[in-house]
């Protein structure tokens, strides 16, 4: 498998079928990847973290101290604080299942916020008990901004086609024009990482 090409599914199968085979052959299947991933005990204490997480965290996640998640801060989608506690991985540990579609903002020491979709998973036991979880968090900023700036160029065509002022008309296609030129780049920005 492709690690740059692989989906947040597939990145958690390689982690679960290294895990089968032992914690060094699941750390070494993880470091590699390119997307943020780590793990945790069944308690939820951080027991591994690769390298793309240091960089998606902004800082430097202590094993056994870290507890739920390797980011400093959380804020839930609507921009609220969300205590590790009661994060995705939180969640998935708790409640033994794996936890999807959900989207949080990860808060870095330097103030700056970066957007996710966490994929935490439990790993478990040949008796099925939880040993413990592994998460991928995937950075959606440049795609969610992206979406807002195509959502505002149609904005402009619509109101271009409602007004009569030929100025105001080309205003707006050409604000339109400069909406869908960012989203472009934001997503081209995004494809390249």
């Not at 052959?25 to 390119?34: D, G, S």
């Not at 036991?125 to 195509?150: F, P, Y």
Request: with cysteine; charged share 25%; hydrophobic share 45%.
């Amino acid at each position: 498998m492709n690690p740059a090409a692989a989906t947040p599914e597939e990145m958690v199968g390689l982690a679960i079928s290294a895990a089968r085979r032992g914690e060094g052959a699941l750390h070494a299947a993880l470091e590699t990847q390119p997307a943020p991933i780590y793990t945790t005990d069944a308690d939820g204490w951080v027991t591994f973290y690769n390298r793309a997480c240091i960089d998606f965290a902004g800082r430097t996640p202590v094993v056994g101290e870290d507890r739920w998640c390797v980011t400093w801060r959380l804020h839930g989608e609507d921009g609220r604080p969300l205590p590790h506690e009661r994060c995705p991985m939180a969640v998935a540990i708790l409640e033994k299942r794996a936890v999807r579609g959900a989207v949080a903002f990860a808060e870095r020491p330097d103030g700056t916020r970066v957007m996710f979709t966490p994929y935490p998973t439990p790993l478990l036991d040949e008796a099925g008990e939880m040993a413990g979880a592994v998460n991928i968090l995937i950075d959606v900023t440049d795609h969610r901004q992206a979406a807002a700036l195509k959502a505002q160029a149609a904005r402009c065509r619509r109101l271009a086609q409602s007004v009569t002022d030929q100025q105001a008309v080309d205003t707006l296609l050409l604000m339109a024009s400069e909406y869908d030129e960012k989203a472009g780049a934001l997503k081209g920005m995004a494809a390249a990482r």
